[in-house]
């Protein structure tokens, strides 16, 4: 495997580079690209290996959930947007019901025998 040695210019640059974090566990600095499948750590059962598998397990999740959150959220504006004009036709056509008096009803459980 190759190993990369970091200057500090690589950590100004604002590109994003990232390492290996099973090969750090183990004193090494990896890239990621191109590295996961030939990772001398990839089957490690260390404690701390073990730890940065449940970790990347739940940013997984954490993930898919997020984009699953945003496809629901595009997917309900997209609605939204379509059914807009048919809301407005309907608020246009609506009887405003505030301004007619509700009747008082002759409602009174008195009137009613139970048997």
Do not use: W
């Amino acid at each position: 495997p190759e190993f990369t040695f970091l200057r500090c210019s690589d950590q100004r640059t604002g590109v994003r580079r990232p390492r290996c974090a099973r090969c750090r566990n183990h004193g090494l600095v990896n890239l990621i690209r191109g590295h996961k499948r030939d990772c001398p750590y990839r089957d490690c059962r260390c404690e701390e290996c073990i730890l940065v598998v449940e970790r990347q397990r739940i940013m997984a999740a954490q993930v898919a959930l997020k984009r699953k959150q945003n496809a629901e959220d595009r997917e309900m504006e997209a609605m939204r947007n379509a059914l807009e004009p048919e809301i407005q036709s309907l608020q246009g056509s609506a009887v405003d019901l505030t301004s007619t008096p509700i009747p008082k009803s002759n409602f009174s459980p008195l009137n009613y025998i139970y048997l």
